[in-house]
């Protein structure tokens, strides 16, 4: 039975419920990608995080970090920076496994694919940022609750995309 069921997930023609479950997984595996590489550069690389302030501080504190106190304004663009380069790691995984499990390549030549999958992932990382942004400005609620919106964002984008623009379905 097992076995029945992992061959079928390995095919790539099957039920569209099935394929959003797939999807599912592929996509948790990029978010791991891009959520890890964004709060390693949160961390250490462009300071973005509350150091007293919710699942900020539970973060900074769990990897012993000494967050500097910084402005509003310098969090956002750290926050926009650390998704930009997140958004390279996410997508190198995201396409990969799209490519190979999800859907079923070949709608349009490989370069013209791979444009399009950057421009969409591009969209709804701006549309999801920006979300993100506005939830800092309007709420004041911490980076970690933005990147939550962010995310949620980007899904929706990026699954009815993919499907019906970037590759056969």
């Not at 998704?83 to 995201?94: D, E, M, P």
Request: with cysteine; charged share 15%.
């Amino acid at each position: 039975m097992i076995k029945k069921l992992w061959l079928h997930l390995r095919r790539r023609d099957v039920h569209p419920a099935l394929q959003f479950f797939k999807y599912g997984i592929a996509g948790c595996l990029a978010t791991v990608a891009h959520v890890s590489v964004f709060f390693f550069c949160s961390l250490w690389v462009f300071p973005a995080l509350l150091a007293d302030q919710g699942l900020d501080q539970w973060i900074v504190e769990l990897f012993g970090v000494d967050m500097p106190v910084m402005e509003e304004s310098l969090r956002k663009r750290n926050f926009l920076i650390n998704n930009i380069i997140a958004f390279l790691f996410g997508n190198v995984v995201a396409y990969w496994i799209n490519f190979h499990w999800v859907f079923q390549p070949g709608r349009h030549r490989r370069h013209v694919e791979v444009t399009l999958f950057l421009i969409v992932s591009a969209v709804a990382m701006f549309a999801g940022v920006q979300l993100g942004v506005l939830i800092i400005h309007f709420t004041g609620a911490t980076t970690t609750l933005s990147q939550v919106g962010n995310i949620l964002a980007a899904i929706l984008i990026n699954f009815v995309c993919r499907k019906y623009i970037v590759f056969k379905g």
